[in-house]
């Protein structure tokens, strides 16, 4: 059974930091590994989808990185503002379509 | 509209009723999702619909849960006698097919429950 973990649950910047978000999945077998956004009270908004056969992704300052052989994914957040803050989400799909989500990594990016 | 909508976005029922939450997917995909997000459990599939294919009903948690989606497009996620652990957000999401490595989800911003 597939399991997805993100590390650390919560983490709070100064504004202008690079950091990186975690995300771990058990079971290689994968098609593809999204992030996304989640904003309090609202939706999921994707950020970044790397298929099984990419290594990495990049939108602005956001780049993803997938190392499906040893289960990880990293996201780079480069420069970050206080409208970064929200919860991050990653998720896995394997070849039953359905996505398997991580708990979320909740940042605050402090002015 | 440009993306996935959902209705109602809030909804206040008594345990014991049943509810019924709308989705719209964004024209053109064929591949419709239902998860739920509880404070106790993260964000979970329910279930999912490709094209004419019977619906994958793997994730849902008990028979009160039922899905239909009318003419390959709307569908209505139905709960039937609410009991207070139900109380969630039921998101939606759809893409353009089933599965593979381009398949990208994009959620609607979700129905908030509150079972009493």
């Known amino acids: 059974k597939q399991e997805v973990t993100q590390i650390p649950a919560a983490l709070s910047v100064p504004e202008g930091e690079n950091l990186v978000l975690n995300c771990s999945f058990t079971d290689s077998a994968i098609y593809n590994l999204q992030w996304f956004r989640q904003d309090p009270g609202k939706g999921l908004t994707s950020l970044l989808l790397?298929?099984?056969?990419?290594r990495e992704q990049t939108s602005g300052r956001l780049n993803a990185s997938l190392d499906k052989s040893s289960g990880r994914s990293t996201l780079y957040i480069a420069a970050s503002q206080p409208g970064d803050s929200a919860t991050y989400l990653c998720?896995?799909?394997?070849?039953?379509?359905?996505?398997?989500f991580g708990q979320g990594t909740t940042l605050q990016v402090k002015p | 509209g440009a993306g996935v909508s959902q209705s109602p976005s809030n909804k206040v029922t008594e345990k014991g009723k049943d509810v019924e939450l709308r989705c719209d997917p964004i024209?053109?995909?064929?591949?419709l999702y239902w998860y739920r997000q509880s404070l106790g459990q993260g964000l979970e599939f329910l279930i999912y619909f490709q094209g004419n294919s019977a619906p994958d009903k793997s994730g849902l948690p008990s028979d009160r849960f039922s899905a239909e989606r009318t003419g390959g497009s709307v569908s209505t996620l139905t709960i039937q006698r609410t009991q207070q652990e139900d109380s969630a957000v039921y998101l939606c999401?759809?893409?353009?097919?089933?599965?593979?490595?381009?398949?990208?989800?994009?959620f609607g911003p979700g129905t908030r429950l509150t079972v009493t």
């Open positions: 998720a896995v799909e394997g070849n039953t379509g359905k996505l398997i």
């Open positions: 024209s053109g995909h064929t591949a």
């Open positions: 790397i298929q099984s056969s990419q």
């Open positions: 999401a759809s893409s353009l097919e089933a599965s593979g490595s381009w398949n990208e989800q994009y």
